[in-house]
Nanobody, 124 residues
Framework: DVQLQASGGGLVQPGGSLRLSCAAS????????IGWFRQAPGKEREGVSC????????YYVDSVKGRFTISRDNAKNTVYLQMNSLKPEDTAVYYC?????????????????WGKGTLVTVSS
């Protein structure tokens, strides 16, 4: 079975950092890109960042550019999202999802499989 497990969320003060992990299993990890999405209460799910299968192509939504960094370790079947300079507006449940070649990783409907989310709360 395909499984994607997001972890690393928690409570952090504004300006702090967190690193999210997305551990994948049940499919050929090297053949798929991975995207991170987030959903705040009362808001639509938003594409935050994604990385292609080889790790050479990445995307960031404008609101996180310069603060978040996505990376992947294909030997560990894991994608990371390093989040620095966190702001209260980054508070949301963060999800990781897989996508294939040619898919639009910026949109939820472009993704194939989803993991359960991890809650990030930025508050003093």
């Amino acid at each position: 079975d395909v499984q994607l497990q997001a972890s690393g969320g928690g409570l952090v003060q504004p300006g702090g950092s967190l690193r999210l992990s997305c551990a994948a299993s049940g499919f050929t990890f090297d053949d798929y890109g991975i995207g991170w999405f987030r959903q705040a209460p009362g808001k639509e799910r938003e594409g935050v960042s994604c990385i292609g299968s080889s790790g050479t192509s990445t995307y960031y939504v404008d609101s996180v550019k310069g603060r978040f960094t996505i990376s992947r370790d294909n030997a560990k079947n894991t994608v990371y999202l390093q989040m620095n300079s966190l702001k209260p507006e980054d508070t949301a449940v963060y999800y990781c999802a897989s996508f294939g070649v040619g898919s639009n990783c910026r949109r939820p409907d472009g993704m194939d499989y989803w993991g359960k989310g991890t809650l990030v709360t930025v508050s003093s």
